[in-house]
């Protein structure tokens, strides 16, 4: 049987591979982060890629092969052709100029980013799970799931722009509702179909909560929530005395994060003064951080 993996850990050991780069112009990145648990070593993660200072040594599994790195040859254009040359550039400014580091770097990037997305995959679920059962709690017994009277829970409201333009302030939920509704129904249509059974005219509802983005989700942490949704409902979903303020803003950057990885966007930031890419990890740190402290105050078993 494989060994059974804590949801939220993957991205503490890709943080500390940024160390894997070879020496020369990244010699500022040569220390270990703290791990993310209070320890001094983050832990491990078989999937992500370690090694020597100066080389990437994928893991590989037990009875597989090494494949050839693509960082073997650097020289070239089909870097270009691949990443295009504006991407590379950053990368290639950010290693000083060297091929073969820019390149590894943009591989830790990738690594890194993919170890991030599977952190935030389980923190999404455990999100929109945790929420669904706090609205649901909020229904009469046998009453019709919310995402079907998405009006409950978020009505039309008129305000007023500051141009004077009249708006829905709950337009973009109602949307992505009914979006997701219309995804999913055809989703089980097909599937029905396909099974040769009687076409169902509703979907699920969990099948419409699960086809609801991370956007939507992100967004019931929102001050404009807080009377209708966070009070009643909403903060049962996490441990009791949990601040909305604090949680929204820790929400707000992992959704910020999210987005930059979804855009296969550096991880690293860029220097205010140089305008090239930082090699400090601290920021990503502190992003895994939010994540795990999201993630506890829904249930510490989901945070361990």
């Not at 070593?41 to 597989?64: E, I, N, Q, T, Y």
């Not at 086809?211 to 009070?231: D, I, N, Q, T």
């Amino acid at each position: 049987m494989s060994p059974v993996v804590s949801p939220c850990t993957a991205a503490t050991s890709a943080i500390r591979h940024v160390r894997a780069i070879p020496p020369g112009h990244l010699d500022a990145v040569r220390h270990r982060p703290r791990g993310l648990d209070g320890g001094t070593k983050p832990r491990r993660l078989d999937r992500v890629v370690s090694g020597a200072p100066g080389r990437f040594v994928p893991r590989v599994p037990h009875g597989g092969r090494k494949v050839p790195s693509m960082t073997t040859s650097v020289t070239g254009e089909w870097v270009e052709r691949w990443l295009s040359r504006p991407r590379f550039a950053v990368y290639l400014a950010a290693a000083g100029g060297g091929r073969p580091a820019a390149l590894q770097l943009y591989e830790w990037n990738a690594t890194g980013s993919a170890a991030f997305m599977r952190d935030l995959a389980h923190l999404e679920v455990a999100l929109r799970n945790a929420y669904d059962d706090a609205l649901t709690s909020g229904l009469p017994p046998r009453g019709t799931h919310w995402v079907f009277d998405p009006t409950r829970y978020f009505p039309t409201v008129w305000k007023t722009a500051r141009n004077g333009a009249r708006y829905n302030d709950n337009h973009e939920p109602q949307r992505l509702i009914a979006q997701a509704t219309a995804t999913a129904l055809l989703s089980v249509q097909a599937a029905a179909r396909t099974t040769k059974q009687a076409v169902p005219v509703t979907p699920p509802p969990g099948k419409v909560v699960a086809e609801l983005p991370f956007g939507f989700w992100r967004y019931l942490s929102a001050a404009k929530h807080e009377k209708r949704l966070w009070v009643p409902y909403l903060h049962k979903a996490f441990a009791a005395g949990t601040s909305r303020h604090e949680l929204d803003r820790r929400i707000n950057r992992l959704h910020e994060l999210r987005n930059r990885i979804a855009h296969h966007e550096p991880l690293l930031r860029r220097n205010r003064v140089t305008g090239v890419l930082s090699l400090s990890t601290r920021h990503l740190d502190d992003r895994h951080h939010d994540l795990l402290a999201v993630a506890d105050l829904i249930s510490p078993n989901i945070r361990d």
